[in-house]
């Protein structure tokens, strides 16, 4: 089957300006066109839009993704390359996880702190005796 631009950028939620730009970085040298000269998007170009948006999701920026994609036009030549990017880029994507993680922890702390009608009242408490020791 094969999708419109359109159809493709209403299916991953980027404007047809990114992909038209993002094929005009050469990030998606695949991209055949039709007669008129308009992009035509098979299963295979999907597969790699959704790599395209993994990549740039997770930070690699476009520098990184294009050379990626020459790599990939190259063929298995180039495997030892696109293996080692790709799992220089998941040491990275994971210690984004960590740090999100620690942030969420501290985010649920906050919550569970704001839940704990105690510590509504001590946080009460201790702005009263701010209040009553700054008017002195």
Same mark, same amino acid.
């Given at each position: ?81 696109? #293996? ?7 040491? %990275?994507?994971? @210690?984004?996880? &960590?740090? /999100?993680? !620690? ?6 702390? #906050? ?7 105690? %510590?509504?009242? @001590?946080?009460? &408490?201790? /702005?009263? !005796? ?7």
């Amino acid at each position: 089957m094969n999708y419109t631009i359109k159809e493709v950028a209403n299916k991953f939620g980027l404007s047809i300006h990114t992909l038209r730009y993002y094929d005009n970085e050469g990030l998606m040298p695949f991209i055949e066109r039709d007669k008129s000269g308009n992009r035509v998007f098979t299963e295979t170009d999907l597969n790699w839009v959704t790599m395209i948006c993994c990549l740039k999701d997770t930070g690699m920026s476009i520098k990184e993704i294009k050379q990626y994609a020459d790599w990939c036009k190259q063929g298995t030549q180039t495997i030892d390359e696109r #293996k080692e990017m790709l799992t220089a880029h998941r040491k %990275q994507v994971l @210690k984004q996880v &960590e740090d /999100l993680k !620690k942030n969420l922890e501290l985010i649920d702390s #906050k919550i569970a702190f704001y839940e704990d009608p105690d %510590q509504a009242r @001590k946080m009460d &408490e201790l /702005l009263d !005796k701010t209040a009553t020791s700054s008017d002195h």
